[in-house]
C-alpha cells in the first residue's frame, strides 16, 4: 500500500471481529513501532501484548468502569445529545460498541513508557505516540483495524496491578487490533487551511 494511502484512510476502528491475528503479524506492527522516533534515543517503551482471554475479560471491565467516567466529560456529554448520523454522534456510537465489546478484541496492545524518574509531562509522548502512530499505520497497510484509546488511565493503578507493571512506567495507550467490520476510508476532518497559520499565530496559509 502506498504510504500516503495508509495515512488518509487510516481511521478509528471499533468494530472488531474476534478472528485470530497470528503472531507473526504481531511481531511486523510492532517491528514498525520500534523504528519510531525515540527522545535520546533511548527506547523506553514496552508493549503488552494481551491475548488472555481472563485477562482480557478483567482489562474490559475496567475499560467500561472508566468510559462511564468519560461520559461526563463536556464534550462527550454534549456528543450524547447529537443526531445519531452526525460525526459526533456516529463517534460517539463506535465508542459505545468498543467499551461493550473489548475483550471480543483477538489482540490488546498496552503501549507503555519508562519515565527513568522524570515527572510525566506532555513532552514524554513524544517517545512513545510516535511508536503508537507506527502500530496503526502498520495494521492499516495489513487491513487490520485499530484505534488508540486513553480510556484505561481511568483505572490506571488498577490495570496496572492487574498486568504488573512496576513503579516508573506509564501506560501511554491502549490499541485494539482486529480485522473490521467496517470500511477503512479518510476521517472526517476540518480542512488543513483552518488549522495552519504561516510564520505567526493568526496569520493564514497562501492557498
Given at each position: 500500500?502506498?504510504l500516503?494511502?495508509?495515512?488518509?484512510t487510516q481511521r478509528?476502528?471499533?468494530?472488531?471481529?474476534?478472528?485470530?491475528i497470528?503472531?507473526?503479524?504481531?511481531r511486523?506492527?510492532?517491528?514498525?513501532?520500534i523504528?519510531a522516533?525515540?527522545?535520546?534515543?533511548?527506547?523506553?517503551?514496552v508493549?503488552?501484548?494481551?491475548?488472555?482471554?481472563?485477562?482480557?475479560?478483567?482489562?474490559?471491565?475496567?475499560?467500561r468502569e472508566?468510559?462511564?467516567e468519560?461520559l461526563?466529560i463536556p464534550y462527550?456529554?454534549?456528543?450524547g445529545?447529537?443526531p445519531?448520523?452526525?460525526a459526533a454522534?456516529?463517534?460517539?456510537a463506535s465508542?459505545?460498541?468498543?467499551a461493550e465489546?473489548l475483550q471480543?478484541?483477538?489482540i490488546l496492545?498496552?503501549?507503555?513508557?519508562?519515565?527513568?524518574g522524570?515527572?510525566?509531562g506532555i513532552?514524554?509522548?513524544?517517545s512513545?505516540?510516535?511508536?503508537?502512530?507506527?502500530?496503526l499505520?502498520a495494521?492499516r497497510?495489513?487491513?487490520?483495524g485499530s484505534?488508540l484509546t486513553?480510556?484505561h488511565r481511568?483505572?490506571d493503578g488498577q490495570?496496572?496491578?492487574l498486568?504488573g507493571v512496576?513503579a516508573?512506567?506509564?501506560t501511554a495507550?491502549?490499541i485494539?487490533?482486529?480485522?473490521p467490520?467496517?470500511?477503512?476510508g479518510?476521517?472526517p476532518r476540518?480542512?488543513v487551511?483552518?488549522?495552519?497559520?504561516f510564520?505567526?499565530?493568526?496569520r493564514p496559509?497562501?492557498w
Amino acid at each position: 500500500m502506498d504510504l500516503f494511502e495508509a495515512i488518509h484512510t487510516q481511521r478509528a476502528i471499533r468494530r472488531l471481529k474476534p478472528d485470530p491475528i497470528p503472531d507473526s503479524v504481531i511481531r511486523q506492527l510492532l517491528e514498525a513501532a520500534i523504528c519510531a522516533p525515540s527522545g535520546g534515543n533511548r527506547q523506553g517503551w514496552v508493549f503488552i501484548v494481551i491475548r488472555d482471554p481472563d485477562v482480557k475479560a478483567r482489562l474490559a471491565e475496567l475499560y467500561r468502569e472508566g468510559f462511564q467516567e468519560l461520559l461526563k466529560i463536556p464534550y462527550y456529554r454534549d456528543a450524547g445529545s447529537a443526531p445519531p448520523d452526525s460525526a459526533a454522534g456516529k463517534m460517539l456510537a463506535s465508542a459505545h460498541h468498543l467499551a461493550e465489546h473489548l475483550q471480543e478484541a483477538p489482540i490488546l496492545i498496552l503501549a507503555c513508557l519508562k519515565t527513568e524518574g522524570t515527572t510525566p509531562g506532555i513532552t514524554m509522548g513524544s517517545s512513545i505516540y510516535p511508536a503508537v502512530q507506527n502500530i496503526l499505520l502498520a495494521a492499516r497497510g495489513l487491513g487490520i483495524g485499530s484505534t488508540l484509546t486513553t480510556i484505561h488511565r481511568f483505572r490506571d493503578g488498577q490495570v496496572k496491578e492487574l498486568l504488573g507493571v512496576p513503579a516508573g512506567v506509564e501506560t501511554a495507550a491502549l490499541i485494539p487490533l482486529g480485522y473490521p467490520f467496517g470500511k477503512f476510508g479518510r476521517p472526517p476532518r476540518k480542512p488543513v487551511s483552518e488549522v495552519t497559520y504561516f510564520d505567526r499565530w493568526g496569520r493564514p496559509p497562501p492557498w
